[in-house]
Nanobody, 124 residues
Framework: QVQLVESGGGLVQAGGSLRISCAAS????????MGWFRQAPGKEREFVAA????????SYGDSVKGRFTISRDNAKNTVYLQMNSLKPEDTAVYYC?????????????????WGQGTQVTVSS
């Protein structure tokens, strides 16, 4: 089992920045690919970003490319999502997920464990 706890969500104005974190416990964190997904009310869960176990490979959803950056610190068992130039349409609950994999994973159905989510609200 892997436990994931997201933090850092909140309210920010459009154009602002926010960094959210996901702390993992329970297993060897460095052997897991990590991903961020989000879900807005009435919408399907959307892929945001993913990172390989080593941190050497990343992938981003089209709507966040160039604005968001995913990173990880395996010594701290933590993955981060730096969000810049935020837009009202970025408002959603953001979830982190893990899968035992050495490569980037972008499909939500492939992930094994999920966090409880953190709310990000961007005001216009």
């Amino acid at each position: 089992q892997v436990q994931l706890v997201e933090s850092g969500g909140g309210l920010v104005q459009a154009g602002g920045s926010l960094r959210i974190s996901c702390a993992a416990s329970g297993r060897t964190f460095s052997l897991y690919a990590m991903g961020w997904f989000r879900q807005a009310p009435g919408k399907e869960r959307e892929f945001v970003a993913a990172i390989s176990w080593s941190g050497g490979s990343t992938s981003y959803g089209d709507s966040v490319k160039g604005r968001f950056t995913i990173s990880r610190d395996n010594a701290k068992n933590t993955v981060y999502l730096q969000m810049n130039s935020l837009k009202p349409e970025d408002t959603a609950v953001y979830y982190c997920a893990v899968k035992r994999s050495i490569v980037v994973v972008t499909t939500s159905g492939e992930y094994d464990f999920w966090g409880q989510g953190t709310q990000v609200t961007v005001s216009s």
